[in-house]
């Protein structure tokens, strides 16, 4: 089946650092992808639409010049997390869409982010 | 806007015990949904899906079925593995799968030997 992998699976950094995790589709092609966020005990809440070649487009209420994401090949795509505070402490997941078939929506395992 | 609310866990199990996870949605259109499931340490996986009112979806002994009338999808199965143990999540799109899904907060189900 497909394959996404994100990395790393867990990150601490200091605040007022920034952090970039990167989403790979393995053995497919995504043009495009999603990016997630989950605090414990809730829902996956989606912060942005990742298309490869173009800007990424934000869910209300997400800081673009934030959480800068970069789509920028076929199977990759990162999100970088500017100046963190502890507030975005939280579970970052990827997933990326197949283009053929049902265009099925294949998940990463997650990115444990915690800022000190 | 369009929501999923499924019941609250921990669900907790004997092995080969009926499961059922109740899900309900709110929607302004037609949404296709979902139940997606994920192992420790793993990604979401789809399990199984629905895409009009009737249709039943099912998968490794699981099965649900979209009820326009009752807005629901409740994930059901009749005799649950201690492998079945994970974290189920009901969600909907309403552009069948490929474009914004919607979750629901995700039921943790522990099945004991």
């Known amino acids: 089946g497909a394959v996404v992998s994100q990395h790393p699976s867990r990150v601490i950094c200091k605040s007022g650092t920034s952090v970039k995790i990167e989403c790979r589709s393995l053995?497919?092609?995504?043009?495009?992808m999603f990016w997630y966020r989950q605090f414990p005990k809730q829902s996956l809440m989606l912060m942005a639409t990742?298309?490869?070649?173009?800007?990424?487009?934000?869910e209300q209420g997400v800081e673009k010049d934030k959480f800068l994401i970069n789509h920028a090949s076929l199977t990759l795509s990162t999100l970088t997390v500017t100046s963190a505070h502890p507030e975005d402490s939280s579970f970052y997941i990827c997933?990326?869409?197949?283009?053929?078939?049902?265009?099925?929506?294949?998940f990463g395992p997650g990115t444990r982010l915690t800022v000190t | 806007g369009d929501s999923v609310t499924q019941m609250e866990g921990p669900v907790t199990l004997s092995e080969e015990a009926f499961l059922t996870i109740n899900c309900t949605y709110t929607?302004?259109?037609?949404?296709?949904l979902f139940w997606y499931v994920q192992y420790p340490g793993e990604g979401l996986q789809l399990l199984l899906k629905?895409?009009?009112?009737?249709d039943k979806g099912s998968n490794k002994g699981f099965e649900a079925t979209y009820r326009k009338e009752t807005t629901s999808f409740h994930l059901e199965k009749g005799s649950v593995q201690v492998s079945d143990s994970a974290v189920y999540f009901c969600?909907?799109?309403?552009?069948?799968?490929?474009?914004?899904?919607?979750f629901g907060k995700g039921t943790k189900l522990t099945v004991n030997p």
């Open positions: 929607a302004t259109g037609y949404p296709s």
């Open positions: 053995d497919f092609q995504a043009t495009t």
């Open positions: 969600a909907l799109s309403e552009k069948g799968g490929s474009e914004k899904l919607v």
């Open positions: 629905a895409t009009k009112a009737d």
């Open positions: 997933s990326a869409r197949s283009q053929t078939g049902s265009y099925e929506q294949y």
């Open positions: 990742s298309n490869e070649g173009s800007k990424a487009t934000y």
